[in-house]
């Protein structure tokens, strides 16, 4: 299973969507909690839409994306933020920065695909701090999935955060709520 993040859903930068891999044990799961990771510097959270891919793909057209989508989950990823930007500058790759354990939290329920219309809300200690919807996303979920089909093959289980327009902050202490339409897909604390 591979985790792939897109990081210019929300900005002018390229033509077409830009991603980065994750390893599977980058995955927090069960709602468990975050712990901020030594030695790191800043940390910060962004929500996520997560897609669950649900076919094998390979150079798949835009019009028949929809068929890969199995469902949708919420997601949060965690990025160490002054490590990301000391490799910016050497030129360096963002595994450290990015891909350190548990650093993409991911619900266990799974929704309908259109669930994902509904959009999603972010809370932090009970305070909206964000919301996600798809008509403000840069690319439409059928666009990333045909790109992404273009660079790689994409397997069943596959899972492709959507991309966030804000980042936060991490604080031990805090608790994390991620919604869509209704559903509580994420509850889980900062340590």
């Not at 927090?28 to 962004?46: C, E």
């Not at 989508?69 to 949060?76: A, H, K, Q, S």
């Amino acid at each position: 299973m591979k985790l792939i993040n897109i990081i210019n859903n929300y900005s002018a930068e390229g033509e077409a969507p830009r991603f980065y891999l994750k390893a599977d044990t980058a995955l927090l799961r069960n709602n468990d909690t975050f712990y901020i990771p030594d030695g790191v510097g800043r940390v910060v959270a962004m929500p996520h839409i997560v897609l669950k891919n649900a076919r094998l793909a390979k150079c798949l057209g835009e019009r028949f994306a929809t068929r890969c989508i199995d469902g949708v989950m919420g997601g949060v990823t965690f990025t160490a933020i002054d490590k990301l930007e000391e490799a910016q500058r050497e030129g360096l790759p963002w595994d450290e920065a990015v891909g350190f354990d548990h650093s993409s939290a991911l619900s266990l329920d799974t929704l309908s695909r259109d669930a994902m219309l509904e959009g999603a809300r972010f809370y932090i200690n009970d305070e909206l701090r964000a919301t996600i919807a798809i008509s403000d996303m840069r690319f439409s979920p059928d666009r990333i999935i045909s790109h992404l089909s273009e660079a790689m093959t994409l397997r069943i289980g596959d899972l492709i955060y959507l991309g966030s327009a804000e980042s936060f902050e991490v604080k031990a202490g805090d608790n994390y709520k991620l919604f869509i339409g209704q559903n509580r897909l994420l509850d889980f604390d900062i340590k």
